[in-house]
């Protein structure tokens, strides 16, 4: 048992336990109801639909109206997008705990030098969460698929409507702002072509792209004939 105390709280493995940490406080808080997703929702936010409300007070990791968008793409392609990013961050961390853990008894240890230990012990933090990535995907795929099954269907009323591009916008992602009269919309949208829209374009939604939970758009004036 000392052994394993003595592992967990040096370098490397201190790196993610300390990190681990943070998530288990994180989590017991939010049992409380002391926090929520709130406390995050200024740099990452949206829902499985991109309306702008957290499904359960947890952010989505391929949620919409994020103020440095992009951040999330690489998690979104490597299959992790679709789940409350604070569920995303806690498997990615504890399974990165693990694997350092491994790495540290079974690896590091035979290693003869203290400063080849730590140059390992550097590799081995960021391999562990480069390994965690695919893990976690793999993981946390029920998840996903439970979560898209619990969501309510969109408002079909909303084709039609014209949108405002807030964020880049290609196959995998991008993000457009609907005005309805109250707080608005900020709905996830696609397009083939990345260089087609920019940033304040103005564009209407034509159709609703169901296994992504996104909607196809065209420009404004190619919409009316211009």
């Not at 730590?118 to 439970?146: W, Y």
Request: with cysteine.
């Amino acid at each position: 048992m000392l052994e394993f105390f003595s592992t967990i709280f040096t370098l490397p493995t201190a790196f993610y336990t300390v990190l681990f940490g943070v998530v288990i406080c994180y989590w017991l808080l939010s049992a409380l109801g002391l926090v929520g997703g709130e406390m995050i929702d200024g740099w990452i936010g949206g829902d499985l639909h991109g309306h702008g409300h957290g499904l359960g007070d947890h952010t989505l990791a391929d949620g919409a109206h994020q103020h440095h968008e992009g951040v999330f793409d690489p998690l979104m392609r490597l299959g992790l997008g679709g789940i409350p990013i604070t569920v995303v961050l806690s498997t990615l961390i504890g399974v990165s705990w693990g694997l350092t853990y491994l790495a540290d008894v079974y690896l590091l240890n035979l290693l003869p030098t203290a400063l080849l230990r730590i140059v390992g012990g550097a590799v081995v933090i960021i391999v562990a969460f480069a390994l965690a990535i695919p893990v976690a995907a793999f993981v946390l795929r029920p998840v996903r698929k439970l979560l898209r099954k619990m969501q309510p269907g969109p408002p079909r009323p909303i084709l039609g409507q014209t949108a405002v591009i807030r964020s880049p916008v290609n196959r995998v992602t991008g993000t457009a702002s609907v005005e309805d009269g109250g707080a608005g919309l900020i709905l996830q949208i696609r397009e083939d072509d990345p260089e087609r829209f920019k940033r304040g374009d103005r564009v209407v939604l034509i159709e609703y792209i169901e296994d992504q939970n996104a909607y196809r758009v065209v420009s404004e004036d190619e919409f009316r004939g211009a």
